[in-house]
């Protein structure tokens, strides 16, 4: 082998690793670039989902606060309607024992 050829197929050895190198990194970038881009989705993803999260548990503690206030509400009106139910009785009542005294009376 003479000093061109081994120079020849030194600078195609070299030539070869170059392109073997640059499809390599290419190969590699490629598919990061596209890791990259999916990780940046989930992120996006993530973050929404978060937000949404942090939306649901609001919702859920107003409406829970909502629930003891209409509940306390509930209370006072069937306290309320007791005692006027109390009171309605307790005039029939009277009304009742007024009717009779007075028949007593006109009866006399």
Known sequence: MTRTEFII????????????GWF??????????VARTE??????MAQEL???????????????QREAEL????????AELSAA???LRDA????EELRAYVEQIKGT
């Open 9 to 20: 197929a030194t600078a195609i050895i070299l030539f070869v690793a170059f392109c073997a």
């Open 24 to 33: 390599a990194n290419w190969l590699i970038h490629r598919f990061t670039r």
């Open 39 to 44: 990780v940046e989705e989930l992120e996006k």
């Open 50 to 64: 978060h937000e949404a999260e942090e939306t649901r548990d609001q919702a859920i503690t107003y409406l829970q």
């Open 71 to 78: 509940t306390n509400q509930i209370s006072q009106t069937e």
């Open 85 to 87: 139910m109390e009171g």
């Open 92 to 95: 029939r009542h009277e009304a």
